[in-house]
């Protein structure tokens, strides 16, 4: 059939339209991060306003508590909780919280808005909890009449997390923050559904958790004299002339950890060890191979303050984890184990008589030989030992899981031998690097890491076989504070 030139392009018009329409649908233009599985749009949408049930599973008080924060995230003024033995849509328009125990996978969620409500099913209340976090991610605003709307397109999404781990870390050694500061880093962990918090609690610039066994590591060892000032490369060197510091007491500790686990975060502590010890040994020298004297450091860098080998260190770090291990309800303890400089006890007597003793032949085996001593105490203690990849020198504990922040040779290196890794390379996840190229960028320690970098970074190097890449636990984004002062 021949068609007159205007019919052919009202057809022609109504063709891309009708593109258009299924291309929408097939590629839904959303804000979720991260990606979930699979999002199906259905058009249309509806009011948030409209919603004035809350329907959850009877006698679940986790599930009443997320109901209750779905309420006050999401703004709702007029609703109320329901408990049934099987939540269902009402005539009212509703959330619905459901929980399908056939499914055995903690981060899985479905969720689908509809004209009755919204209904979320999940295997654990985790699962309820990231859920909620994609419907935040969703809502829509717009003003009619002056007045604000918030509404939810139709929409179906199946989600499932790709990793296990899915972490972010913290220094509060080199610039301390307060409670509401590490509150907020949790709150935002928790919107894009992190679910490991690595608190780095010590180094050489500051020691900032409360042991009561040893009260001067707070008293001494949580402050410094004064802090650089500028790059760590200008030169002379400058400081501010002002004495800082901090720490957080044992209740506050509790408090952070219970705050995170509302939010299905676990808290992993890191306790520096045997190097970046210089604030420890401020506080107690007869831990070091020298004997001191010691500082809490001022600048940047690798120092030779690191714990000397001896049964009586090994014993005082010992002391120290079982306060740790009983404030922190984590499957891990890090322990660091990362830039090490052996100069000291390659000249310590004491290290020497360990070295015999032992039958080892070289610093890296005695540096294997403290990291096993407290491998084999956190194994007894019912936690998994964490280091930097440096602890794959002389020889890898048998129950160390290595976080890999060298590139990813280490990782690669310790999946081959079986051991689980937490991938943090510094070229992808060092985010105290430059972010742009822009004149007024912050002060840095260097680099360049684009937010596409990050974003497009894939933890599981293509050299591993299937089988190999299951050790690779995850990824983690790390923020050192050198220069990240509030």
């Not at 309820?128 to 939810?152: C, H, N, P, R």
């Not at 296990?164 to 709150?187: A, Q, W």
């Not at 009983?326 to 007597?349: M, Q, R, T």
Request: proline letters at 5%.
């Amino acid at each position: 059939m021949i068609y007159p030139s205007n019919m052919k392009k009202l057809l022609l018009f109504l063709f891309i339209c009708n593109c258009l329409i299924v291309t929408a649908q097939n590629n839904f233009v959303h804000n979720i991060i991260p990606q979930p599985k699979t999002i199906k749009v259905a058009g249309g949408k509806m009011r948030l306003d409209d919603i004035s049930i809350i329907n959850i599973p009877k006698q679940n008080k986790q599930c009443k508590r997320i109901a209750q924060l779905y309420a006050k995230t999401l703004n709702l003024k007029k609703f109320k909780i329901l408990e049934s033995a099987k939540p269902a849509f009402t005539k009212a328009k509703s959330i619905i919280l459901q929980l399908n125990f056939k499914e055995n996978n903690p981060d899985q969620y479905s969720l689908t808005s509809s004209k009755s409500g919204i209904l979320i099913i999940a295997s654990t209340e985790k699962g309820l909890f990231y859920a909620l976090q994609t419907l935040l991610q969703l809502l829509e605003s717009e003003t009619e009449k002056g007045v604000s709307k918030t509404s939810i397109p139709f929409i179906n999404i199946d989600d499932d997390a790709a990793f296990k781990y899915r972490g972010l870390h913290l220094d509060v050694s080199r610039h301390f923050f307060s409670l509401e500061t590490i509150k907020l880093y949790l709150d935002l962990m928790g919107r894009y559904k992190y679910n490991t918090f690595h608190w780095h609690l010590t180094d050489d610039q500051g020691w900032r958790i409360e042991i009561k066994r040893f009260p001067e590591l707070t008293s001494k060892g949580a402050y410094r004299d004064e802090t650089l000032v500028g790059h760590y490369s200008d030169q002379p060197h400058k400081f501010d002339g002002k004495k800082y510091g901090g720490f957080y007491t044992q209740e506050e500790v509790k408090e952070i950890v219970a705050y995170a686990a509302d939010r299905f975060i676990e808290v992993i502590p890191e306790i520096e060890m045997p190097g970046h010890a210089s604030a420890a040994l401020a506080s107690y020298p007869l831990f070091g191979c020298t004997g001191g004297p010691y500082q809490v450091e001022k600048i940047w860098g690798v120092f030779n303050s690191v714990f000397c080998t001896k049964d009586t260190t090994i014993w005082f770090v010992k002391q120290i984890l079982e306060e740790v291990c009983a404030l922190f309800p984590s499957k891990y303890i890090h322990i660091g184990g990362d830039e090490v400089p052996k100069s000291s006890w390659s000249l310590c007597p004491n290290c020497k008589i360990i070295k015999q003793r032992q039958g080892l032949k070289n610093d890296e085996e005695l540096q294997s030989y403290f990291i096993q001593q407290i491998d084999i105490y956190l194994t007894n203690k019912g936690k998994k030992l964490i280091g930097w990849d440096e602890i794959l020198e002389g020889g890898l504990s048998p129950n160390a899981t290595v976080m890999s922040w060298r590139g990813m040779k280490g990782g690669i290196q310790a999946a081959k031998e079986n051991h689980d890794v937490i991938m943090c390379p510094g070229t992808h996840c060092y985010f105290d690097h430059y972010q742009s190229s822009h004149a007024k960028e912050p002060l840095a320690i260097g680099g360049y890491t684009s937010l596409e970098k990050v974003y497009n970074f894939n933890p599981i190097p293509t050299s591993l076989t299937p089988e190999e890449g299951k050790h690779i636990l995850g990824a983690q984004g790390n923020l050192w504070i050198e220069y990240i002062p509030n």
